[in-house]
């Protein structure tokens, strides 16, 4: 099972920029597998932010569409999520999620992966 570790999250003002990270274990088939970031909001359901699967479709939520981007760089393991114009709706705890993917499979749902990293904290202030 391939297991994850976000980092880069933090306190930053509205009108701001994030770069998340989120770094899978080696020895893992890393380009095969679809990965999405999701963000939980204090009092909200999990929802999905952004995904990276693994024929190199993206796709992202309408409240993050055009200011979010995400990359994945198979070379370094690691899955990266870019927002800007962070909005105070946007603090949340942000996780980044992984599953082995057959080719056109688009997963969207949280309960389609089936690994989880411990998350990364955003919290936007106006």
């Known amino acids: 099972q391939v297991q994850l570790v976000e980092s880069g999250g933090s306190s930053v003002q509205a009108g701001g920029s994030l770069t998340l990270s989120c770094a899978a274990s080696?020895?893992?088939?890393?380009?095969?597998?679809?990965m999405g970031w999701f963000r939980r909001a204090p009092g909200k359901e999990r929802e999905g932010v952004a995904h990276?699967?693994?024929?190199?479709?993206?796709s992202y939520a309408d409240s993050v569409e055009g200011l979010a981007t995400i990359s994945k760089d198979n070379a370094k393991n690691t899955l990266y999520l870019i927002i800007n114009s962070l909005k105070p709706e946007d603090t949340a705890m942000y996780y980044c999620?992984?599953?082995?993917?057959?080719?056109?499979?688009?997963?969207?749902?949280?309960?389609?992966?089936?690994?989880w990293g411990q998350g990364t904290q955003v919290t936007v202030s106006s």
């Open positions: 999620a992984a599953v082995w993917c057959v080719k056109g499979w688009h997963p969207r749902q949280d309960y389609e992966y089936t690994a």
């Open positions: 080696a020895y893992t088939y890393y380009s095969n597998y679809c």
């Open positions: 990276f699967d693994s024929d190199g479709t993206t």
